[in-house]
């Protein structure tokens, strides 16, 4: 049976009245590579954000090798690492600072840092960028450098928010090689990406997102013989096209912008004419939240 790494337990995440997860449980076991799947705004990147404590749950608990992630949050800094679609190195360093500068954030020594550094450089192949500033570099080696940057401190669980992002066909193949290549020497990987046959390609899991649940996990292959189809692709266009999806978003704004225009009809002529008047007034009146939560509200 796979060794439990993170687990979800009956984990809700709200963003003011909007509910964008509500009790799921899932399950990433060690060793493994995990992709979340769901259409756009289903919440997939914010169980990534969760996971790495970027967001805190609404409700329930998410835990690490057991341990309560929220009680334990140097595990975070220690054991996981994080790349994201728009990358968190620095232009003005080159590959070999960056690598540099972040394994002494995460405090690793320095002889172990040199050697880890050389590593990794090879691993993603920069060798002929080390000392290229990382503003220089075309976007598939920023996202390798990228990558680099998160493994430096030979995380257990290596996080990806769309790591094939605006890359051409043989970038996305050279990503799609360096991630299993990552995973080969132990790493456990939980990504996301709107494409699915990446996900058939990598993962060993996967969980597909719906209407804020998770209705589907495990193996790909046992879930697509679950509903006759070929591929992911396939699987995908069966479960969003027989079922009504929830348009909250949407119909939360509709509602709230009418309510806006009755209470205040004196302001009719400013909302119409002055979006951002009228956004900022939106936001405070309908989606406010308590300081804690107003600094974690982002698109998903």
Do not use: W
Not at 264 to 281: A, G, H, Q, R, T
Request: proline share 2%; glycine share 4%.
């Amino acid at each position: 049976m796979d060794n439990e790494l993170i687990q979800f337990k009956e984990v809700t995440k709200k963003f003011g009245k909007n509910v964008v997860l509500d009790s799921i449980n899932l399950t990433i076991p060690e060793g493994k590579i995990i992709g979340i799947i769901g259409a756009s705004g289903e919440g997939k990147s914010t169980i990534l954000k969760m996971i790495a404590s970027f967001y805190t749950p609404t409700k329930g608990e998410i835990y690490y090798k057991k341990k309560n992630l929220l009680k334990s949050r140097k595990l975070i800094c220690k054991f996981f690492g994080l790349s994201i679609e728009d990358g968190s190195f620095y232009e003005k360093l080159t590959v070999k600072e960056n690598l540099f500068h972040f394994g002494r954030l995460y405090n690793v020594k320095e002889d172990i840092l040199k050697k880890r550094s050389e590593e990794l450089i090879s691993l993603v192949g920069l060798e002929n960028a080390v000392n290229t500033l990382a503003k220089d570099l075309s976007l598939g080696m920023k996202k390798r450098l990228d990558i680099a940057c998160s493994l430096i401190h030979n995380p257990t669980l290596l996080i990806l928010d769309e790591p094939t992002s605006d890359l051409d066909i043989l970038l996305r193949n050279q990503m799609i090689h360096l991630i299993k290549k990552i995973n080969s020497h132990g790493t456990t990987i939980v990504l996301t990406t709107p494409n699915l046959s990446e996900i058939e390609e990598l993962c060993d899991r996967i969980a597909i997102l719906f209407n804020e649940k998770i209705i589907e996990e495990g193996e790909p292959s046992r879930i697509k013989s679950k509903y006759h189809a070929k591929n992911l692709n396939e699987l995908f266009n069966k479960i969003f096209s027989k079922r009504e999806r929830k348009t909250y978003q949407e119909s939360t704004i509709k509602k709230s912008r009418l309510k806006l225009l009755n209470k205040e009809e004196s302001l009719k002529k400013s909302l119409i004419s002055d979006k951002e008047k009228f956004y900022s007034l939106f936001e405070k009146k309908d989606f406010g939240e308590d300081k804690k939560n107003k600094k974690e509200v982002k698109n998903d």
